[in-house]
């Protein structure tokens, strides 16, 4: 089976990458915005012509949120008008698609893991445009797994994980902010059940289903940070402070924990606890 991962430049998508030769049975064709633009419809309809992919993991995303407030035409562009075109290119060459979405579709106001069903209503306009790109998901009834996750992190890119550690060897003291509660994910684990998820024999149909995934257990980004500092041994003081005493910080949930129960149960998975996980990267980075 040919399988396409679209972002192949992006945490996941490196990770999958990483990986994908312990499944020999199936073809990874792997393609970064460009080599394979997924917001330019002709150039996705020219490369189904010529490839039969069958299935689609996209990890092709506008992740930055602070940046998705000043470039709010490129993040829909990506995160909503792409993800259209993909729905429509499974439709006409009759392709499935594991989609990655976000814990930001949620306003975080909840006091409890938030479950699929739960009401959507993303306070920024990062969470916004990975709505409305479920929807076009969700309107076309493809054959479709949207994989809603949170607070992603690897050693390969720019994220909370290398940020922290990259500061804390050149900064005696980093402030971060200890009232936004999250599931830290790892890269490496989501892309192993991404994978999973793409070569298991179980049957599709019955239209888009969404599910949630992270690491088990949940912290403020201050508990994140201080753990990442103990395990890689980093003399450095992490502060903790209120989201609001960050200039120009962007509205973010508060509390965006995921319940994974429905993953659990149809897949039979096991997510580690996020702490465990963390020790594993560390060890691999």
């Known amino acids: ?3 396409l991962v679209t972002g192949k430049s992006g945490q996941l998508g490196v990770e999958i990458e990483k990986i994908h030769t312990n499944y020999s049975k199936h073809n990874f ?3 970064d915005k460009i080599e394979l633009d997924i917001t330019n419809f002709n150039n996705l309809n020219e490369f189904f012509k010529n490839n039969d992919i069958k299935l689609i993991i996209n990890c092709a995303a506008y992740t930055d949120v602070n940046g998705a407030e000043i470039e709010k035409k490129i993040a829909n562009k990506v995160n909503n008008l792409g993800v259209e075109n993909l729905s429509l290119i499974c439709k006409n060459f009759n392709c499935k698609i594991i989609h990655i979405s976000t814990d930001y579709v949620f306003d975080g106001l909840k006091n409890q893991p938030y479950k699929e069903t739960d009401l959507t209503n993303p306070i920024n306009y ?3 445009s990975k709505l409305e790109g ?8 493809i054959n479709a797994l949207i994989i809603r996750t949170s607070w992603l992190y690897s050693s390969n890119k720019n994220n909370f994980f290398s940020n922290i550690i990259k500061k804390a060897e050149s900064m005696d003291k980093i402030n971060v902010v200890n009232d936004q509660i999250g599931s830290p994910t790892s890269a490496h684990e989501l892309a192993k059940i991404c994978i999973y998820l793409s070569t298991a024999n ?4 019955g239209g888009p289903k969404i599910y949630n995934f992270s690491n088990e257990g949940m912290c403020s980004w201050y508990e994140f940070a201080k753990a990442i500092i103990l395990l890689k041994k980093i003399p450095c003081n992490i502060i903790p402070i209120k989201s609001n005493k960050i200039k120009n910080n962007i509205i973010r949930p508060k509390y965006s924990v995921l319940d994974k129960s429905k993953i659990k149960q149809d897949f039979n998975i096991s997510p580690n606890n996020w702490y465990d996980s963390l020790k594993l990267e560390i060890i691999r980075k």
């Open 134 to 141: 479920e929807k076009k998901i969700l309107k076309s009834n």
């Open 1 to 3: 089976m040919n399988i």
């Open 29 to 31: 064709i792997f393609k």
């Open 202 to 205: 179980f049957k599709w149909g």
């Open 126 to 128: 990062y969470g916004f």
